[in-house]
């Protein structure tokens, strides 16, 4: 296992000034990051992220927040409940990229397809990321969700890094999506190393952090050198 949720709970108990600072703050510039993008995708009329990532994101938390029972019964404790909260603004958030993939994304990333044949395509892969997270969701020993978060977080810089590069230019994108992106990711990879210790100290959940962050660097470069579309 991961790590042992009632001791980790425990461990946020003690440290709770600690966990709420780091916290607040990811969060704080979480929702920037994500207001921005929805904004930057409106503004150039080409998504914000690519149609795997919105997708998987939507079904991570929503699966979290249908787990009310768990989080307000189960274990009945704080940190849990305010991530619950924080949470359902983000699950609505990742259904409006997902819609606006569908509602600018056809020439990108499905071209030959029929209008009807896209709308197909954007349900059957929504579906597919919700099936395909639960089932994953079975195998990890991550109960509280708290190894996901960041790195199904992860998968934005990465893939838009990827796509930029393809396509050449910053559509979809800005500068301020990208420095809040970074800060929401250092801050919380910096409060699970501290704080949470033990598995989140792993070179691999570090790695995970830092290659984040790099990629998010370089949209930040990309946003600043690149016309847009």
Excluded at 35 to 50: H, K, L, N, T, V
Excluded at 83 to 93: Q, V
Excluded at 130 to 142: G, H, T
Excluded at 201 to 215: D, K, T, Y
Aim: aromatic share 20%; net charge neutral.
């Amino acid at each position: 296992m991961f790590y042992n949720p009632q001791a980790l709970l425990a461990t946020i108990d003690a440290n709770w000034l600690a966990v709420m600072a780091g916290g607040s703050i990811a969060m704080f510039f979480n929702y920037i990051f994500f207001w921005e993008a929805g904004r930057s995708a409106m503004r150039d009329r080409s998504p914000a992220f690519p149609l795997i990532a919105c997708t998987i994101w939507f079904a991570h938390d929503l699966s979290f927040v249908l787990q009310y029972d768990a989080w307000f019964n189960t274990y009945d404790h704080w940190y849990l409940k305010l991530f619950w909260a924080a949470l359902i603004p983000t699950t609505l958030f990742e259904a409006f990229y997902t819609w606006q993939a569908w509602r600018y994304g056809k020439a990108e990333f499905f071209p030959a397809a029929s209008d009807g044949q896209w709308t197909a395509y954007v349900l059957g892969a929504l579906a597919l990321a919700c099936l395909s997270w639960w089932a994953l969701k079975q195998l990890l020993d991550d109960p509280l969700y708290t190894w996901s978060f960041a790195t199904t977080g992860a998968l934005a810089a990465f893939f838009c890094l990827s796509r930029a590069v393809r396509r050449g230019d910053s559509a979809g994108q800005s500068v301020l999506l990208w420095v809040s992106f970074c800060l929401m990711t250092t801050a919380w990879f910096i409060c699970e190393y501290v704080v949470f210790g033990g598995m989140f100290r792993h070179p691999l959940f570090v790695g995970i952090g830092v290659v984040s962050v790099i990629c998010g660097v370089l949209m930040i470069r990309i946003c600043r050198q690149a016309k847009p579309a």
